[in-house]
């Protein structure tokens, strides 16, 4: 038999899907992948169901639809303060997940460096076998998620072509502050690097932090492609709708990626996200809002359990510090919350690249009851934890 494609052997399965699939097999509630429980907002749920009838059922213009596309420039230009021309300068894609793909095929030959944070998101792992690039991880060190400026300084010298920037930061819960970011702003230009970002959460953002866009900086928006969805914005994830914007001549190449990869976005589905698009800028502050309220009504839970955490700034993501429970295995940790507690959470080495398995990662985008359950069954953790810790290495002879 034929081998199959190379380019795999470096592959490991999605562990944050994955732990989905454990969390429906346990009845866990879950608080692994991270998506809403709740419904989008009615204006496009209505617009939805009326698009049934109406239209358009067929496909769109590969880049985007022209009112999603001017809708998203005029409500961009209004957060990022960056006029956008809805032409040239942007592309409707199947989520960020399609958007960061398409950004890393866009910019990087193989053998090309990439700068990527550790702990990251992990498809930027893939996006980087997928496009040939080759990571330069730069710790964000725990407990503060904090990078050491001479570290980066020494991963730009090896002259990447790009830097990926999650920000707000999945897993971390990080907002990268105005200096941090113009620190990384003057090494990319520097070392005229590109900027990849990845700001789906840019509107979960917790006070008094403030989301600031890399492109929005002096001399940036030439550099940066930033990439965005509407999935956390307007509780949609599985529509599947997100977009790239940058610059004419990259935008003009990442049309053609985007086209031969998936051709565009589900045409009925960017027509009835336009109202959505249309809410008042209250929409924007409620959101912040309730993200907040569900942050500390989690963390309140988690502090009630004797659980340690980074408290988030941004986003919808907690990472608790587990050693106190466990000196061997935060996947072994992750199986047994979800058997015998019932609240599944991803395994935090899935996202470091440093040997790190003391964190596992919960998120809190889900209804208040289902937070409050989840709060109940962690408050029995210590109580069902097996004397010694869940996974002890030495136990396994394995230390
Ligand atoms: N971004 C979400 C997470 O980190 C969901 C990822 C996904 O499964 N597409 O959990």
């Not at 429980?37 to 639809?65: C, M, N, R, V």
């Not at 930033?226 to 956390?232: D, M, V, Y």
């Not at 109202?275 to 309140?300: I, N, V």
């Amino acid at each position: 038999m034929p081998q199959i494609s190379s380019r795999l052997s470096g592959f490991t399965e999605s562990v944050i899907r994955k732990m989905t699939r454990i969390a429906n097999k346990y009845g866990a509630i879950n608080l692994s992948q991270g998506f809403p429980d709740f419904d989008p907002p009615k204006e496009i749920t209505e617009e939805l169901k009326k698009i049934a009838d109406s239209g358009p059922h067929q496909y769109e213009i590969t880049w985007g639809s022209e009112k999603l596309r001017e809708a998203l420039v005029k409500k961009q230009k209004k957060f990022m303060g960056i006029s956008i021309d809805p032409d040239k300068e942007i592309v409707v894609t199947c989520g960020s997940t399609e958007a960061m793909m398409v950004a890393m095929m866009t910019v990087c030959n193989p053998k090309d460096k990439v700068i990527v944070f550790s702990p990251f998101y992990e498809n930027y792992g893939a996006d980087a076998i997928l496009s040939g690039a080759e990571p330069i991880y730069v710790p964000l060190k725990p407990p503060s998620f904090e990078f050491d400026k001479q570290e980066l300084i020494n991963a730009f010298k090896q002259k990447p072509k790009a830097l990926i920037l999650c920000n707000p930061s999945n897993p971390t819960g990080k907002v990268f502050s105005k200096d941090e970011l113009l620190f990384i702003a003057d090494l990319a230009k520097e070392y005229d690097t590109f900027v990849i970002t990845d700001e789906v959460y840019e509107h979960i953002v917790m006070k008094p932090f403030e989301h600031i866009y890399m492109a929005s900086l002096p001399g940036m928006f030439e550099r940066t492609i930033s990439c965005s969805s509407l999935s956390k914005t307007y509780a949609i994830t599985g529509w599947r709708l997100g977009y790239i914007i940058a610059p004419e001549n990259i935008i003009d190449n990442a049309k053609k990626v985007h086209d031969f990869l998936t051709v565009g976005a589900a045409a009925p589905l960017q027509a009835a996200v336009l109202p959505g698009l249309a809410l008042p800028d209250s929409y924007y502050e409620e959101l912040r809002e309730l993200y907040t309220r569900k942050r500390d009504l989690f963390l309140k839970g988690l502090d009630d359990a004797g659980l340690k955490y980074t408290k988030p700034q941004g986003a919808y993501y907690v990472m608790v510090d587990i050693s106190e429970f466990t000196n061997g295995s935060d996947t072994e940790f992750c199986e047994w919350l979800a058997k015998e507690v019932g609240v599944a959470a991803v395994p935090g080495s899935s996202f470091f690249r440093e040997d790190i398995n003391n964190f596992i990662r919960f998120h809190f985008a889900k209804k208040d009851d289902t937070l409050i359950e989840a709060i109940k069954r962690l408050g029995t953790l210590r109580e069902k934890m097996p004397k010694g810790g869940v996974y002890n290495k030495e136990d396994k002879g394995e230390s």
